[in-house]
Antibody, heavy 121, light 110 residues
């Protein structure tokens, strides 16, 4: 069974760093893209970017370029989303999701359960 | 404002049919395929339709998708109470070089 299991909820202060994780199982981790999606409180879905663990190819949404960093550790089948300095506006639910096809042609066929990030002083 | 435009809400009674629209442009829906996601309250999104009109295994055939030009639609027939959810269309945008979502449509089953 394909599963994406995300790390637990986080409460952080502005300016702090944060790394979220997303562990894939039940499939060949390096053969699928992993995307990240933000959902702010009461709002819709926003695409942050996508990473191909097989060769570390990454694509960022212009809205998130420079704000976050995506990475992966293939040895443990886990993808990461990292902030070096959080803002209150980063408060949201973050999902990871899997896509087989290259960006532009694919879709997210399996999703993690989401990680709630709260940034408050 | 979302790049893809959806009505914020839709409703129907059990057994009825409902259609949710998704309007885009030549740089997204007009060129690339459309996917639809269903988000039940308090849960992660789930793939409902891919490549304009394909249903993943396990999705009832009450759900169907279509695309014409720079617009797409999701049709749900025989509404059931468990269909009450938020529905999002999505497509790649060649100009933004990004995957874009519609703003979402909240479906209420009266």
């Amino acid at each position: 069974e394909v599963q994406l299991v995300q790390s637990g909820a986080e409460v952080k202060k502005p300016g702090e760093s944060l790394m979220l994780s997303c562990k894939g199982s039940g499939y060949r981790f390096t053969k699928y893209w992993i995307g990240w999606v933000r959902q702010m409180p009461g709002k819709g879905l926003e695409w942050i970017g996508i990473l191909y663990p097989g060769d570390s190819d990454t694509r960022y949404s212009p809205s998130f370029q420079g704000q976050v960093t995506m990475s992966a550790d293939n040895s443990i089948g886990t993808a990461y989303l990292h902030w070096s300095s959080l803002k209150a506006s980063d408060t949201a639910l973050y999902y990871c999701a899997r896509s087989l096809a290259v960006p532009g042609t694919g879709w997210f066929d399996s999703w993690g359960q989401g990680t709630l990030v709260t940034v408050s002083s | 404002q979302s790049v893809l435009t959806q009505p914020p809400s839709a409703s129907g009674t059990p057994g009825q049919g409902v259609t949710i629209s998704c309007s885009g442009s030549s740089s997204n829906i007009g060129t690339n395929t459309v996917n639809w996601y269903q988000q039940l309250p308090g849960t992660a999104p789930k793939l409902l339709i891919y490549s304009n009109n394909q249903r993943p295994s396990g999705v009832p055939d009450r759900f169907s998708g279509s695309k014409s030009g720079a617009s797409a639609s999701l049709a749900i027939s025989g509404l059931q109470s468990e269909d009450e959810a938020d529905y999002y269309c999505a497509a790649w945008d060649d100009s933004l070089n990004a995957y874009v979502f519609g703003g979402g449509t909240k479906l209420t089953v009266l």
